[in-house]
């Protein structure tokens, strides 16, 4: 099973995004309800691993945190894949990271390192943008790019299927864990 773990957005910060989603010129937008930040991409694993991880994940105890969206950015280099939504590197983001990387470890999964840079996909470009695409998206970045979206406090982040599709991938919650909750639940409640 294809499977990710990811924090799952504050509606605040959801909603603002889809609206500037609107204004993107090009690329494929990622559907509002697939936004998230994505903390660990598990590739496809096993579902008894998968348990075993729900059961590791389950036994932590993240802290508080508000999710703070700095700027607008893309990943490809001079041709573009992606426009995403850049999160500020906070302590405890990146400590709930560190948190789930070693749950994964714990349950047997093994994950290349690889470095962690926080943020929301917005849209996908495919092979890449040239010439007029890669414009037009410089524009929009710079016109758009301070975000002015309020921080706002995260509540929750899950253990995601994802389920390639040609018009785009479908996401599945199968499990969903608390952040900065004082009594932790049940592990085996939530099974996914």
């Given at each position: 099973m294809r499977a990710f773990v990811a924090l799952d957005l504050p509606d605040s910060v959801a909603i603002a995004l889809g609206?500037?989603?609107?204004?993107?010129?090009?690329?494929?937008?990622?559907?509002?309800?697939?936004?998230?930040?994505?903390?660990?991409?598990?590739?496809?694993?096993?579902?008894?691993?998968?348990?075993?991880?729900?059961?590791?994940?389950?036994?932590?105890?993240?802290?508080?945190?508000?999710?703070?969206?700095?700027?607008?950015?893309?990943?490809?280099?001079?041709?573009?894949?992606?426009?995403?939504?850049?999160?500020?590197?906070?302590?405890?983001?990146?400590?709930?990271q560190a948190q789930i990387r070693e749950a994964v470890r714990r349950a047997g999964i093994e994950r290349p390192r690889t470095r962690f840079r926080p943020h929301v996909t917005l849209a996908r470009f495919g092979a890449g943008l040239g010439g007029d695409g890669q414009r037009r998206l410089a524009s929009f970045i710079?016109?758009?790019?301070?975000?002015?979206?309020?921080?706002?406090?995260?509540?929750?982040?899950?253990?995601?299927?994802?389920?390639?599709?040609?018009?785009?991938?479908?996401?599945?919650p199968l499990a969903t864990y608390p952040i900065g909750a004082a009594v932790r639940p049940e592990v085996g409640t939530n099974d996914p």
């Open positions: 609206r500037l989603q609107e204004h993107v010129p090009e690329g494929r937008l990622v559907p509002p309800e697939n936004l998230h930040l994505t903390l660990l991409f598990l590739d496809d694993q096993p579902v008894p691993a998968l348990e075993d991880l729900h059961h590791e994940l389950g036994r932590l105890a993240p802290a508080a945190f508000d999710l703070r969206l700095t700027g607008l950015g893309s990943f490809g280099g001079k041709a573009p894949r992606t426009l995403h939504a850049e999160a500020a590197p906070d302590p405890a983001l990146i400590g709930l710079a016109r758009h790019g301070l975000l002015g979206i309020p921080p706002a406090p995260v509540e929750s982040f899950g253990l995601y299927c994802s389920t390639l599709r040609p018009d785009g991938p479908v996401y599945d």
